[in-house]
């Protein structure tokens, strides 16, 4: 069976075929209940033909996240673009960014029964989302941009893990709270 699923695929869409899997998995299991065997099941390959695209549990998940996280990036990216003021540009994509992770099953399973603590270790780890967050926070030149984009994946990170009470709640504690320093001017650490 594994050899025909192999079959006519080059290994960028074996690879993307097993994300989709792992995907399905994790919104109906969670993800820390989530094995390769269940993501080979469902993908239906055999748990040698995942190994052959990921090296263990992890770069699976993190290549998922990956995947993900540059999906929802764009999307965003694209709603957001026609919104000249840099600071409301940031609200919105901020709000849109968390809508479309809470309304994904895929993505929502990350911050679910468990899954918060593993998300969290992605989005730590993960260059993309961090760059995902840099392109509103500022441009890579400025001197503050990646301790910026870092401070605001862990508020979002956050937000995700423990919701305000509803979307007024967080535009107003993003307006507040996370605007001023993340669409802040480049300016010295001195001050």
């Known amino acids: 069976m594994a050899s025909h699923w192999l079959v006519g695929d080059p290994a960028a869409l074996a690879a993307e075929r097993i994300l989709d899997a792992a995907g399905r998995c994790f919104a109906e299991q969670g993800v820390p209940h989530t094995s390769i065997a269940d993501i080979a099941r469902e993908a239906g390959c055999s748990?040698?033909?995942?190994?052959r695209y990921f090296d263990d549990r992890h770069a699976l998940r993190l290549a998922f996240v990956h995947r993900e996280a540059r999906r929802l990036g764009a999307a965003v990216a694209t709603e957001v673009a026609p919104i000249a003021d840099p600071a409301s540009r940031f609200v919105e994509a901020c709000l849109r960014a968390l809508a479309g992770v809470r309304s994904s099953p895929?993505?929502?399973?990350?911050?679910?029964?468990?899954?918060?603590?593993?998300?969290?270790?992605?989005?730590?780890?993960?260059?993309?989302?961090e760059s995902m967050a840099g392109t509103v926070v500022?441009?890579?030149?400025?001197?503050?941009?990646?301790?910026?984009?870092?401070?605001?994946?862990?508020?979002?990170?956050s937000l995700l893990a423990m919701p305000g009470a509803d979307q007024l709640e967080e535009r107003r504690m993003i307006e507040r709270f996370v605007v001023p320093v993340a669409v802040a001017s480049t300016r010295s650490p001195a001050g």
């Open 47 to 51: 748990r040698p033909t995942i190994y």
């Open 138 to 157: 500022g441009t890579p030149t400025d001197p503050d941009h990646r301790d910026r984009a870092r401070w605001v994946v862990r508020i979002m990170l």
């Open 106 to 129: 895929t993505l929502a399973a990350w911050f679910a029964g468990g899954g918060s603590a593993i998300a969290t270790d992605m989005a730590g780890s993960s260059a993309v989302i």
